[in-house]
């Protein structure tokens, strides 16, 4: 017990380094482990659990949008992704080759899916003829591979697991519309679900997508003041279809090029739920994406009928539709609360002979540790309201975090100090010269993360050259 309580005891305080929490939590808490693989991580049952809930939810949202799902290979030939210049170029430094099969050595180099835009559009040039065609609306959750320098679980990996959405459309006005509805939609996903507040933009052209003619993203802000970008959608214009040829003929049968968008979100979102809502016990997971909504830990578990009544707890909590588990294993009941704390289970519901003899339990909340009496007659509602209340405010709590870290400057002093002093992001303007930003990143580590949609006109210059400015920006350190 003693080696068991200081596992738990173990996990570094953010405040002391918030690296080593985060790496604390995500080994500790059982979401990952390393594997034999340099920057390749094995995502455990708690990760894994995480990830078909976000899937879940994303994919009926998806759906609801005219989205269907495909699957395409793992495998893309050299000379096919050859076809797109810039994405080619913005790709290769991360690019895995595979040049042998079984004894032989293959004709052609194959990639290793970094992403699939060419895969889609050598598909979309067969199956698309006619302006009837369209839209094709299509998404695949599989797993890429980028050959990262840097690796940490969920936010940068070798291998990571994601969906991208890839679409074809008649006009340049249809693809701009989905390109910004699907933004909303993980937009929406992650302040209704994961109780994560973002800002969404646009990104400036040094930071867009490789290939891309516009992309959008949505940024949330950690714990420690750091940006995380959470979810982009791409407009690719016509470029991807003029590289590789995908036409259609209109109404009047004359040949038209299509117009394309993709989109995805990756299992980085799973860093950004541990970084925004976690504390110094472990995971804090939002009630709607949790795996286990409550665990029932009975007390004193030995004496006569306490199981027993244990049991019956968890099945009505479970016919209530509350995703719940009974800890009946032979661990103390403190070792039992680390535990669920650690693991950020929502709630726990303690039940010893003395609440059974009373005809209640204590629902104990992970976020703020507040304990509620209730009756095990209203056990479930209670569980369901506390469940919905503790959602709330988690959103509450992160959006008043995101608020109280945005800082103004209006000259680059001001901006170099507020980069440095006060963690999060810096509103400042912009004059729309890469060569400011790049001198902004070099001198500061900090870097655009998107041009917001609702512009504001603080000051008439640039804060980086003083010449007259073009847009405002959102600037900051960023994972």
Same mark, same amino acid.
């Given at each position: 017990m003693a080696k068991e309580k200081k596992l738990v005891e173990s996990i570094t305080s953010m405040s002391e380094d918030f690296a080593q929490w985060y790496t604390d939590v995500v080994t500790k808490a059982e979401l990952v482990d390393y594997s034999g693989v340099r920057g390749c991580m094995i995502i455990r049952p708690l990760g894994y659990a995480i990830w078909e809930n976000i899937q879940k939810e994303l994919d009926a949202r998806f759906k609801a949008t005219g989205v269907e799902n495909v699957y395409m290979p793992m495998f893309i030939p050299e000379s096919l992704l050859q076809k797109e210049k810039d994405h080619v170029e913005g790709f290769a430094p991360e690019v895995a080759w595979v040049t042998q099969g079984g004894l032989e050595t293959l004709p052609e180099r194959l990639c290793v899916r970094p992403t699939s835009e060419t895969l889609f559009?050598?598909?979309?040039?067969?199956?698309?003829?006619?302006?009837?065609?369209?839209?094709?609306?299509?998404?695949?959750?599989?797993?890429?591979?980028?050959?990262?320098?840097?690796?940490?679980?969920?936010?940068r990996s070798a291998e990571?697991?994601?969906?991208?959405?890839?679409?074809?459309h008649a006009t340049a006005e249809e693809a701009?519309? #989905?390109t910004i509805q699907m933004l909303n939609v993980y937009a929406d996903f992650c302040e209704d679900v994961l109780a994560i507040?973002?800002?969404?933009?646009r990104k400036t052209d040094k930071e867009k997508f490789a290939g891309a003619e516009a992309t959008y993203t949505i940024e949330a802000l950690m714990h420690d003041g750091k940006a995380l970008q959470s979810g982009t959608s791409h407009n690719f214009g016509d470029g991807f279809a003029r590289a590789f040829g995908i036409q259609y003929s209109d109404n009047n049968n004359v040949l038209q090029y299509v117009h394309q968008t993709s989109w995805g979100m990756s299992t980085r979102i799973i860093g950004a739920i541990i970084m925004v809502h976690g504390d110094d016990s472990g995971l804090v997971l939002p009630p709607r994406i949790a795996p286990t909504q409550a665990v029932v830990i009975p007390i004193q578990q030995r004496k006569e009928g306490v199981l027993e009544k244990a049991a019956e707890v968890k099945e009505a909590l479970a016919k209530a539709g509350i995703r719940v588990k009974l800890d009946d294993s032979d661990k103390s009941p403190g070792w039992k609360f680390s535990e669920q704390e650690m693991r950020g289970i929502p709630v #726990?519901?303690?039940?010893?002979?003395?609440?059974?003899?009373?005809?209640?339990?204590?629902i104990v909340r992970r976020d703020t540790r507040e304990k509620i009496e209730t009756s095990l007659e209203t056990l479930a509602e209670t569980v369901q309201e506390v469940l919905a209340t503790m959602q709330s405010d988690m959103l509450a709590r992160a959006k008043h975090h995101l608020e109280t870290h945005i800082s103004e400057a209006h000259d680059y002093e001001e901006f170099k100090d507020a980069v440095a002093n006060k963690p999060g992001f810096v509103k400042a303007m912009w004059c729309g010269d890469v060569e400011c930003e790049k001198k902004i990143k070099d001198d500061t580590t900090a870097t655009s993360r998107c041009m917001p949609f609702e512009q504001e006109d603080i000051s008439p210059v640039c804060v980086c050259c003083g010449r007259p400015a073009k847009k405002?920006?959102?600037?900051?350190?960023a994972y």
């Open positions: 559009c050598d598909f979309y040039k067969r199956i698309i003829q006619s302006h009837r065609d369209l839209p094709k609306c299509y998404n695949q959750w599989c797993s890429v591979v980028r050959w990262e320098k840097t690796t940490r679980p969920f936010l990571f697991l994601w969906q991208e959405g890839h679409t074809a701009e519309a #989905r507040p973002v800002i969404k933009g #726990r519901i303690e039940l010893g002979p003395k609440d059974i003899e009373a005809g209640q339990a204590v405002l920006v959102y600037w900051g350190k």
